[in-house]
């Protein structure tokens, strides 16, 4: 009888086990959502951001670098604070902005109203739903180094109180503003429209380059973000890196880069240009490489990091004088007389005129200024001779081609194009920055639409001989057709960065030489009318005793406003070592303003010094139309 | 004297001092693993964690074992009242001396350390019944017998419940088990099974449809008896009462949920039946032992690599829910091996049980199978939602010194009557 109980017992036992490792079998093996839950439960991705790479200028200096911001961090639950006002002060706050801060991170706040949103069921002030008091929330962010420095020491009497040091972009000058551009959170379109691409590799709240070198150069840059998996306990503490470190992968720091700009070039250019507005690009001629770029009127780029940053953007975009539209990439002007150089380079080359060919001064059809009655191509350079450059496009565009003189001027205007385009004119110029312009040299079918097909002819459009009318140039284009010039038939395109990881490789096409289609010689010939400009012409405000610099001067109607004054110039006359356009804004002729500017640019650089201190005080003071 | 020693020596049954010394090691292993902290990476030997602690009672219990073995089996026949009283006044005792811990007050606090005596009634309470119905002539079917024994249960169930530990008290239940396989009726067990069943049905199901179910398939019961029987008189009687028995039960749940049952007991009880309706709530504990089990897999993630446990999201994750830790670790295979050396190790006690020459040693022995087997079926039934969460420890693999040596006492007393049988007679 027993027995039968024993077995009784025995198959309980049994059963139980039976049931509990069925049961077991189905949470266990066959039902793997647990597994996603504890997951979820307990492992945090935590993103590990690389050091962004640095930017250096031409001699090492530090253009763009990082620095260690601190977050005070606060934990509600571990916090203890005996005096709150000592707290305060220690904090440099008042008591009702760290009442704020606290409710803050605790509460939700009407966006609107500023007030704590009482819950309407419980009639409590709503909590956040991401609010624990085990979690560190930012109390304070973004300290600088001075500022965490005075509350450094006092920081441990605080418990619950800690730092976190994080990194943010610093520029220990203020110069290049619009060139180095800035970083920001990314935005939600950007987001997307990668996501589209295929690529994750940011999240929201991520920073990346948002303008300027910081945009193009952002893959370089950024580096490779890391992943680590840490695990966290109930209360979201973290517990240690998970499986001891090996699903995580290592962040690989960004590139540094390394800038073609002198600093000590650039920041020159921007002291002589301070307070006016307009544009300074200088360029290597031999290697493209940039050496200064500066668009005025600029902004400290340190405002555009750290806390200050959206409130300062906001500021920056409503101002009037656009401090942040770059304007060597942007700013399209006629080119005024400096285009004479491409006019006669390019009728010299096709045979058109010849290095004695004479036109006279014939002040009919457009003025012109000093005492001469006609000229020769290079007295027509060194006095700038708008008559001579009427009859020299005229001949460009009046070939005898056809009997129709509208179909004559179609057929010359076609010829001539292309030949002005070799010259980087009309052309986007592959600077490697963000967002940079056409200018516009206007085609036969811009002045088809104007003025009606067979409708326009020469005398309609004989302006752009003069490099006026319709057509616009880039200060970048400009300090581009310096450097043809300069190197006698070939440029490489402008560019900022002429090494990437190290000084040695620098982006492909930086090394690729575009040749002008016209013969040396010519470039020669002008090159010595550039000199004279300089010595005895319409640039003498640009003379130097020292360096042989060639020029040419500008001045550009400008239907809105004052004339503007243009320079383009380089030196030294044998193997120039700079190349440099001048533009400014409203400034009037190219030989008062543009020209003594561009000439201390080139001393400053070519010398380190400059001759002539009253011309700097001058240029510095910039009343350049009495 | 020599000569007894020897015998003694041999008739200890090593296989279930084997069994106890892995079964204490392996939990001492995950008491270890469920408070490790892997960013401190502390030693297994740290006194300042639970595992160091554990090491320190089971020294201590080793201590205690050689003590148990070394004392005549007859002084357990003679003092078994003795101590029983001795435990009962203790029980007493910590209701006016005791400190209360989370709504409970059933802890001695001596310093740091704290002794919970409910743990000692369970060996003194079965050293007593033994020792009553050892008797030979004593009868269980008898009035006064039945009366006795109530009584010898119901004391330590009374006081332990007013200490506010119904766990604890759950689990002098098992003496049913016992009291069955000595002769008593089979009847309480089926109805507290039956009532059990019941409880868990009203519950889920809507009560009406309960009664018109059960007094339809009654109905068809009696039908039956009317139709084929002669005698149809006392059956439907027996039916009815059944009935009016069933419905009875149906409709006290409302009142023993919500009137008998303290709140964290009727949470407790819903969280079983629906453990995702309140999940933040009573359901946490369900829910996060079942993920923390449930992300083992087969293999486990392998001893120390447990995320949910460590990490807090199971709660008393050393102590009541350390099946959690087994079940994340080692996976279905942990859980199968610990599952199965318990299962052996029942198998074994009750063949030990059943080869006693004396009837109290017997009895004994049937006390500690179903007092481990109350304990097996309750704190893994829990773990796994298949049982409402009570606070009753994982013999020897929970953490705490009051549970663990109150099971070994329990243990190895029996295994004293067994290496002693040779001296009875």
Redesign the interface.
């Known amino acids: 009888m027993?027995e039968n109980?024993?077995r009784t017992?025995?198959f309980?036992?049994?059963l139980?086990?039976v049931?509990?490792?069925i049961?077991?079998?189905f949470?266990?093996?066959l039902?793997s959502?647990?597994?996603t839950?504890?997951?979820t439960?307990?492992?945090k991705r935590v993103t590990v951001y690389p050091h962004r790479g640095t930017i250096k200028d031409r001699k090492d200096r530090i253009l763009v670098s990082n620095t260690p911001v601190f977050d005070i961090i606060y934990t509600p639950r571990k916090t203890k604070i005996d005096d709150t006002l000592a707290f305060c002060e220690v904090f440099g706050l008042t008591k009702s902005e760290f009442i704020a801060k606290i409710n803050e991170i605790k509460y939700e706040i009407d966006k609107k109203t500023g007030q704590i949103v009482i819950d309407k069921k419980t009639g409590k002030k709503k909590i956040k739903d991401t609010y624990s008091s085990f979690k560190p929330n930012v109390f304070m962010g973004q300290l600088t180094a001075q500022e965490f420095a005075l509350i450094q020491d006092r920081l441990v009497d605080y418990p619950g109180f800690e730092v976190q040091a994080r990194s943010v972009r610093m520029y220990p000058h203020k110069s290049m503003a619009n060139a180095l551009g800035y970083i920001g959170e990314i935005g939600k379109e950007k987001l997307d429209k990668l996501a589209e691409q295929g690529n994750f590799t940011y999240k929201p709240g991520d920073y990346i380059g948002r303008s300027g070198l910081e945009q193009k150069y952002e893959d370089f840059l950024k580096g490779q973000r890391g992943t680590k998996f840490i695990?966290?306990?109930?209360?979201g503490l973290?517990?240690?890196?998970?499986?001891d470190g090996k699903y995580d992968t290592l962040s690989v720091a960004g590139k540094d880069l390394f800038c073609s700009v002198d600093l000590e070039l650039q920041q020159y250019a921007e002291y002589l240009i301070a307070g006016k507005t307009g544009s300074i690009v200088a360029i290597e001629p031999s290697t493209g490489e940039i050496l200064a770029f500066v668009s005025s009127p600029s902004y400290d780029p340190n405002i555009l990091r750290g806390k200050e940053m959206k409130k300062n953007y906001a500021a920056l975009l409503k101002d009037p004088s656009k401090p942040l539209f770059v304007r060597p990439l942007n700013a399209s002007y006629p080119p005024g007389s400096t285009f004479k150089l491409v006019n006669a380079l390019i009728a010299l080359n096709e045979g058109l005129i010849d290095t004695s060919t004479v036109f006279p001064c014939n002040r009919s059809v457009v003025n012109c200024h000093g005492s001469h009655s006609s000229a020769n191509v290079f007295e027509s350079i060194r006095v700038s001779c708008n008559p001579y450059y009427v009859a020299v496009f005229k001949k460009l565009l009046n070939r005898g081609k056809s009997t129709s003189y509208f179909r004559d001027t179609e057929i010359g205007f076609d010829l001539w194009r292309p030949a002005v385009e070799q010259f980087g004119i009309g052309q986007r110029l592959d600077v490697d920055l963000p967002s940079v312009g056409k200018g516009n040299l206007p085609s036969n079918k811009f002045y088809d639409k104007i003025y009606g097909d067979n409708r326009w002819a020469f005398s309609t459009i004989y302006s752009l001989g003069l490099g006026q009318g319709e057509m616009g140039v880039l200060p970048i284009q400009l300090a581009n057709l310096a450097a043809i010039i300069a190197n006698k038939g070939y440029y490489i395109t402008p560019h900022l960065i002429n090494g990437i990881g190290d000084r040695r490789h620098r982006l492909k096409k930086y090394n690729q030489k575009h040749y002008v289609n016209i013969k040396p010689e010519y470039f020669d010939f002008i090159t010595r009318a550039m000199e004279a400009v300089v010595q005895r012409g319409t640039a003498t405000m640009a003379r130097s005793k020292n360096i042989q610099i060639c020029g040419k001067t500008g001045t550009a109607q400008n239907p809105h406003g004052k004339d503007n004054s243009l320079f383009i110039g380089f030196a030294p006359m044998v193997q120039p070592k700079i190349a440099i356009c001048v533009v400014l804004e409203n400034a009037g002729w190219g030989a008062t303003a543009a020209a003594p500017m561009a000439s201390l640019i080139i001393q400053k650089y070519l010398t380190g010094t400059i001759e002539n201190q009253q011309r700097e005080d001058y240029v510095v003071k910039g009343v350049f139309i009495e | 004297m020599r000569r007894q020693h020897e015998e003694f020596t041999e008739g200890v049954d090593w296989i279930t001092v084997l069994m106890f010394v892995v079964l204490a090691f392996l939990g001492w292993c995950n008491i270890y693993a469920a408070v490790y902290d892997p960013s401190l990476k502390q030693s297994i030997l740290d006194f300042s964690i639970n595992s160091g602690k554990q090491l320190l009672w089971l020294g201590c219990a080793t201590v205690l074992i050689i003590f148990l073995m070394l004392i005549d089996y007859k002084f357990y026949d003679a003092f078994a009242y003795v101590i029983y009283g001795l435990v009962m006044l203790t029980l007493v005792a910590v209701l006016i001396f005791g400190r209360e811990v989370a709504g409970s007050k059933s802890w001695f606090e001596v310093g740091s350390f704290r002794i919970q005596p409910a743990e000692f009634a369970k060996f003194s309470t079965a050293l007593a019944v033994s020792r009553y119905l050892g008797d030979i002539s004593i009868r269980i079917d008898q009035k006064k017998t039945q009366m006795v024994l109530a009584g010898l249960v119901g004391l330590p169930v009374a006081l332990i419940m007013l200490q506010g530990d119904t766990g604890s008290a759950m689990v002098f239940c098992t003496f049913f088990i016992v009291f069955y396989l000595e002769g008593l009726t089979p009847l309480p067990i089926i109805m507290g099974l039956i009532s059990g069943f019941l409880l868990i049905l009203a519950l889920l199901v809507e009560k009406i449809y309960l009664v018109i179910g059960f007094s339809t398939i009654a109905s068809f019961i009696i039908g039956g008896i009317v139709f084929y029987k002669r005698h149809v008189v006392q059956p439907i009687i027996t039916v009815v009462a059944c009935l009016a028995f069933i419905i009875g039960v149906i409709y006290s749940v409302d009142y023993v949920v919500y009137n008998v049952m303290k709140p964290h007991q009727q949470g407790r009880v819903k969280a079983l039946i629906n453990p995702d309706g309140d999940p933040t709530g009573y359901g946490w504990n369900v829910t996060q032992s079942k993920v923390a089990i449930g992300s083992g897999g087969f293999w486990g993630k392998g001893f120390l690599q447990g995320t949910q446990t460590k990490f807090d999201f199971v709660p008393e994750q050393s102590t009541d829910f350390i099946f959690c830790t087994i079940g994340e670790e080692h996976g279905w295979f942990g859980t199968l091996v610990v599952i199965s050396l318990f299962v052996a190790f029942m198998f074994r006690l009750l063949y030990l049980a059943e080869r006693q020459k004396i009837k109290m040693a017997r009895i004994y022995g049937y006390c500690v199978v179903c007092i481990f087997f109350f304990h097996f079926i309750v704190n893994i039934g829990m773990t796994i939602g298949l049982f409402p969460v009570v606070g009753i420890p994982l013999p020897f693999f929970s953490y705490g010194g009051s549970s663990l040596w109150s099971f070994t006492i329990l243990l190895f007393i029996f295994l004293n009557f067994d290496a002693s049988k040779k001296q009875m007679l």
Do not use: C, P, W
């Open positions: 027993r109980k024993i017992i025995q309980a036992i049994l139980v086990a049931v509990y490792l049961k077991l079998l949470i266990q093996v039902n959502d647990y597994q839950k504890a997951f439960n307990a492992i695990m966290t306990d109930v209360h973290e517990r240690g890196s998970f499986g």
